[in-house]
């Protein structure tokens, strides 16, 4: 019901346009129903002279005409609902003295049914003629109009009735014509319509074979619209319809080449505009396709021409603003010419619907101008396809200029580039080169190269280099900055870098490459290389790389495989040559040692240099007992080496430690630590000797202990398990003007046991703990003094051990000097101790601490002087301010008087220079006045005070 509805409403829709159409292109009908037939008579529009009635089907021409002013005057253009038929009457008077010989002429093709009736004045009928399309008459088509003669008797008035009946539109062209004049008017308009049909004829076969020649698709599509032109004039000249037995589809085969005109425009439109987006130009191709394949679903005469009169108004308007919106700037003259081209076509298209609708004859001349309008729109489309195509090939013969400049540009870049450019086939036959390529492969001449080339095979040093390269290539197709080891025409070889990419030029593969020379780089990036896994001084492997090859090697072992066993080796007695020759001698003997180890070792096994007088050995295919053989031969090899420096001759030795993987179960670094542990019990084992270790050996034992103490030192520093003690010293010649005391550090366990600093600070020392430990001490002890102001006014000197390490360690510096700032502790009040063996080891180092700290006001100390190298030139070189005087000579300085000598001397020296002393480990009375009697200031001792916690402190 729906649909019904919506057909109506179309229907209406359409017909009223149609109607609004014909009455602005043509006059009103007149009603006039009277003819006087002369001898000047030639012809009469029925349509236009007499009213058209609707009547049933059924009745006669008698029954119509007596009727005919109750009956509905056809004033739509709707189809003819079923069993109606549309009448026309008019009354001819002949004033002829003969009879006239008439034919009424029915200008539209395939009319369902045509009657022509004659009538006397009683309205009896005189002659009938009634055709229908289903057993057309062949003698009554005359190009393509329904010709029906009728005889006039001569001095009467007769009626002429003529009957039509249809499935289309309500619009039928019917004349009255003279037949003499009729065959004269259908003779002229042969003429014209033949002169038409050759111009479109040579339209489109001239575009057609330009097309040909020229391959440009706007001359194919205007060759299709020249031929389909052609077809809509053939078809609507009638006598193509009346020989094809197609009348009664007149219409939709009418709509359709319209729709095809659209269709094949917009194809021209997409070629003219190139800027029109694609999606527009889809459905313009569409649209048209669709509508026509709707027009034959529907097989409705009526809705396919209704469809077609809205499509062409629609597309016009669509494909102008197409031109306008997006026309090329370049060719203005081509967006003026589409316009005038569409606009003809449109001039065409009204003034053939306009004459359909008011039925006026297609054998008129009206029609033979549509179509020579078309012809002429057909032609400016064909100028601007001539303009676009000449502005085109303009483009092109521009851009063929670029390139060949672009070209000339690249050849004198190919000539002149500092690469090494060339062209090859896939199969190695050299095509170009320029002279660097000659240059780098060492060739005078392009052409010398091209010539002594045979193929590209003979650039790599290794030929499976290619058969790489190619293989790769064809895989990936391009290749980068590949470095490959080359040979020149001489023979050399050379490293140089490819780039290369394969490209396809018709039936061939070719590979274009550029090449430039990088042996310096590759020799320069070798010696870093070798730089970053050997050690400069030996050229041994250095500890990093030795780590990665035992790393490796332990990964590698396998039951079967032999044991990877490991040799730590540290020299004896080159700290003497060090420090009595200096560095630059150490460095030769260091040099001399590694190439001795070298030439012993051989290629059992790798040696390495760890730092400073360490070595390491790594054996992966020897036995334990061959293994320990050539340890024992580096060690006979070093022992019996001398090495003579300015008329010095010095001896050597080497402690080795030795590890076994297959006995010890650990990892890479855990064993080249417990080789170190061996090596460390090779020393205490007398030096000069091998110390293998053993499941059960004490060093192992020992190394055990070592890593369950640096887990407590750790958890201690991060979960404040160390605490503060505090031990007085005490003034021997004045009286205290204020407190004087050093700061100790225990560890508590996890029971609450307490632990001496000889419990743990060995082990820190090893494993680099110390500074750590140092750095807790400082900031604890000046946070516990800047939270007791009243102690802190009391005190006078604050003393705080620092080991070796820590006065190296720039960041312990920095945060010391925060700590101090922190908490507004004076300077002056605190005196850092450093032992003597670690001050003059790292003597740079020291005095660069001391004198940053001393400038602010600190003191500074010599702790366990006489235990180091015990120099006095040390004392007078450090600007420290106080000597403690090493408790091994203090203890019993009252029974020995040798140690009391010492004693006395040491602080003699220390008072000449300016320090003042303190002796240490002060346990009895008599040992604190022998003190007093000397002359040193300060005594510390189980004597004075035992050390005690720092929060529970009291004066002395």
């Known amino acids: 019901m729906r649909r019904a509805e919506r057909a109506g409403a179309g229907n209406f829709i359409v017909t009223v346009l149609l109607i609004i159409t014909g009455l602005l292109f043509s006059p009103l009908c007149s009603l006039a129903a009277d003819k006087l037939l002369s001898r000047d008579f030639v012809s009469v529009n029925l349509n236009a002279e007499v009213t058209v009635y609707v009547a049933g089907d059924n009745l006669t021409p008698s029954e119509v005409l007596k009727n005919r002013s109750n009956l509905p005057v056809s004033d739509s253009l709707m189809p003819l609902e079923e069993g109606q038929a549309l009448w026309q009457f008019i009354d001819v008077h002949s004033v002829l003295d003969r009879a006239s010989s008439l034919v009424v002429s029915i200008e539209k093709p395939g009319v369902d049914e045509a009657g022509v009736y004659t009538l006397d004045a009683r309205g009896n009928l005189l002659s009938a003629t009634f055709l229908t399309a289903s057993e057309p008459a062949a003698e009554y088509y005359r190009q393509g109009a329904l010709v029906i003669p009728v005889t006039l008797q001569a001095g009467v008035t007769t009626t002429l009735a003529v009957r039509l009946k249809d499935h289309g539109i309500r619009a039928f062209p019917v004349y009255l014509w003279d037949t003499q004049k009729l065959a004269e008017r259908q003779q002229n308009n042969l003429l ?72 094949v425009l917009s194809k021209l439109t997409r070629h003219f505009f190139t800027r029109v987006p694609q999606r527009v130009l889809l459905m313009q191709s569409i649209v048209p396709g669709a509508l026509a394949i709707a027009a034959l679903a529907l097989g409705n005469p009526f809705f396919t021409f209704s469809t ?66 078309v012809v002429l729109s057909v032609m400016a489309l064909g100028i601007g396809a001539e303009i676009q195509e000449r502005t085109v090939s303009d483009d092109q013969l521009s851009t063929q200029r670029r390139r060949i400049s672009d070209l000339q540009r690249f050849y004198d870049l190919f000539r002149t580039a500092a690469e090494g450019l060339y062209t090859s086939t896939l199969d190695g036959k050299l095509k170009t080169v320029n002279p660097a390529m000659c240059a780098v492969f060492g060739y005078d001449s392009e052409g010398d190269m091209l010539k002594s080339v045979t193929n590209t095979a003979t650039f790599y040093a290794n030929e499976n280099d290619r058969k790489a390269l190619v293989a790769e290539l064809l895989e990936k197709n391009v290749i980068l900055g590949k470095e490959i080891r080359g040979t020149r025409a001489d023979g050399s070889e050379f490293w140089f870098s490819l780039s290369c990419q394969l490209k396809r030029e018709s039936d061939d593969i070719y590979l274009y490459g550029s090449v430039f020379d990088i042996t310096s780089r590759k020799e320069m990036d070798l010696s870093l290389q070798y730089l970053a896994s050997h050690d400069s001084l030996t050229g041994a492997m250095n500890r990093r790389e030795f780590e990665l090859q035992l790393a490796s090697a332990m990964q590698a072992r396998t039951e079967d495989s032999p044991p990877v066993i490991l040799q730590y080796l540290d020299l004896d007695r080159f700290k003497t040559v060090n420090d009595t020759c200096g560095h630059k001698a150490g ?57 003579v420096w300015d008329n010095q001759v010095f001896n050597l030795g080497v402690s080795i430690g030795m590890v076994n993987s297959d006995q010890i179960d650990a990892s890479a670094e855990h064993l080249l630590s417990l080789a170190d542990n061996a090596c460390y019990m090779a020393k205490r084992n007398g030096r000069n000797c091998i110390h293998q270790l053993k499941g059960n050996d004490e060093a192992l034992q020992r190394y055990t202990e070592e890593l369950d103490w ?99 360690d720039e960041y312990l510096k920095l945060q010391i000097l925060k700590a101090f700032e922190q908490h507004n502790v ?46 006095y030139g040390y004392l ?35 008072k000449a220079i300016g320090m003042s002393t303190v002796g240490e480990y002060v346990e009895s009375a008599l040992a604190m006045e022998s003190l007093r009697a000397i002359g040193v200031d300060f005594a510390q001792g189980f004597a004075i005070a035992h050390p005690a916690p720092l929060d529970n402190f009291v004066r002395l």
């Open 192 to 263: 014209l319509f033949g002169l038409t049909m050759g111009s479109l004829t040579v339209l489109f076969g001239y575009f057609l074979l330009t097309w040909l020649y020229k391959q440009t698709r706007s001359r194919f599509w205007l060759s299709a619209l020249a031929a389909n032109c052609l077809l809509i004039l053939v078809w609507v000249q009638g006598e193509l319809v009346t020989t094809s037995g197609l009348q009664q589809h007149f219409e939709i085969i009418f709509t359709l080449l319209m729709l095809m005109v659209c269709f």
């Open 308 to 373: 077609g009169c809205f499509a062409m108004p629609v597309f016009t308007t669509l494909f102008a603003l197409e031109a306008l919106i997006y026309r090329d700037r370049r060719i203005q003259s081509l967006t003026f010419i589409y316009l005038v081209a569409w606009g003809l076509f449109m001039v065409a298209f009204t003034h053939c619907f306009t004459n359909m609708v008011n039925g006026i004859s297609f054998d008129d001349v009206s029609p033979v101008m549509e179509i020579l309008i």
């Open 587 to 643: 460095d030769r003997l260091i040099k001399e040692v590694a190439g001795l180890l070298k030439s012993t070792l051989g290629n059992r096994g790798l040696l390495a240099r760890l730092g400073g007088d360490e070595f390491a050995a790594l054996y992966t295919t020897e036995t334990e007992e061959s293994a320990f053989l050539c340890g024992n031969k580096m060690l006979n090899a070093v022992q019996a080496y001398r090495f």
């Open 710 to 808: 640096v887990k407590r030192i750790q958890s201690a520093l991060q979960s404040g398990g160390f605490e503060l003690y505090y031990q007085p010293l005490m003034p021997l010649q004045t009286e205290a003007g204020g407190d004087y005391f050093e700061i100790l550090v225990r560890m508590k366990g996890d029971r609450g046991q307490i632990y001496e600093p000889a419990a743990f600070l060995p082990t820190a020392e090893r494993y680099d703990l110390s500074p750590l430990i140092d750095h807790w001490v400082v900031t604890h002890t000046l946070s516990w003094l800047g939270a007791h102001p009243v102690q802190l006014a009391d005190l006078a000197q604050c003393n705080i051990n620092l080991c070796g390490t820590a006065l190296a």
């Open 826 to 871: 004076p300077y002056s009040k605190i005196c850092f101790e450093i032992t003597e063996t670690a001050a003059i080891v790292q003597m740079d180092r020291t005095l660069e601490f001391i004198r940053t700290f001393k400038q602010l006001g600190c003191k500074f100390a010599l702790d366990d002087f006489g235990t180091g190298f015990s120099s």
């Open 876 to 910: 007078r070189d450090l600007p420290v301010n106080c000597v403690k005087i090493d408790g091994s000579f203090v203890q019993d300085m009252h029974t020995s008087p040798v140690n009391k000598v010492l004693v006395s001397s040491i602080n003699d020296v220390a």
